[in-house]
T-cell receptor, first 119, second 110 residues
Framework: GAVVSQHPSWVICKSGTSVKIECRSL??????MFWYRQFPKQSLMLMAT?????????EQGVEKDKFLINHASLTLSTLTVTSAHPEDSSFYIC???????????????FGEGSRLTVL | SQQGEEDPQALSIQEGENATMNCSYK?????LQWYRQNSGRGLVHLIL?????REKHSGRLRVTLDTSKKSSSLLITASRAADTASYFC??????????FGDGTTLTVKP
């Protein structure tokens, strides 16, 4: 099936620094990618919808200046956590929807996730 | 709330038994997907069922969809220890937005 690659898998950073997470669709083009946040033993919460060539759409309560999203190409979206603090520590997962029919019906493929720990 | 509901929250069974998980959602959907997540990992797509379908099979998995009740179920037959994981449903609207259920943590004891 289609593959979505996420990098890095885990990152530890000091409070106040910025961290960038990449999400790539490896064998299909994704005009839209999604960024989720998942706390331990909880479900995924949609943070924002990343649109290629335009501004991301953020969910209510998500700070757009805190979580910068750039979708510069049809295969790459990046999430930058700016001035990270310990409360930003979480598991961040991206997904992309394959609309070309590789798996039919717009199936959503997920990256492996990036675990961020802010000290 | 953004989240749908899943029940049970946790399920513990013996190897060989069947496991059934239920999911409810709130809005009209285009399709619904079930995912599996091993601890600390990303989500793996299991099966997609469209809004005009009522039942779908894939190997040991059986998914049903009742749009009148806005609910879906996932049945895993002849469970194996390797099936131990968290299972999530995601309801997808025509606009492409996915809403995830709270998840069911399945433990299959060998």
């Amino acid at each position: 099936g289609a593959v979505v690659s996420q990098h890095p898998s885990w990152v530890i950073c000091k409070s106040g620094t910025s961290v960038k997470i990449e999400c790539r669709s490896l064998d299909f083009q994704a005009t839209t990618m999604f960024w989720y946040r998942q706390f331990p033993k909880q479900s995924l919460m949609l943070m924002a919808t990343s649109n290629e060539g335009s501004k991301a759409t953020y969910e209510q309560g998500v700070e757009k200046d805190k979580f910068l999203i750039n979708h510069a190409s049809l295969t790459l979206s990046t999430l930058t956590v700016t001035s990270a603090h310990p409360e930003d520590s979480s598991f961040y997962i991206c997904s992309a929807r394959d609309l070309t029919g590789l798996a039919g019906a717009g199936e959503l493929f997920f990256g492996e996730g990036s675990r961020l720990t802010v000290l | 709330s953004q989240q749908g509901e899943e029940d049970p929250q946790a399920l513990s069974i013996q190897e060989g038994e069947n496991a059934t998980m239920n999911c409810s959602y709130k809005t009209s959907i285009n399709n619904l997907q079930w995912y599996r997540q091993n601890s600390g990992r990303g989500l793996v797509h299991l099966i997609l069922i469209r809004s005009n379908e009522r039942e779908k099979h894939s190997g040991r998995l059986r998914v049903t969809l009742d749009t009148s009740k806005k609910s879906s179920s996932l049945l895993i037959t002849a469970s194996r220890a390797a099936d131990t994981a968290s299972y999530f449903c995601a309801s997808n609207t025509n606009a492409g937005k996915s809403t995830f259920g709270d998840g069911t943590t399945l433990t299959v004891k060998p």
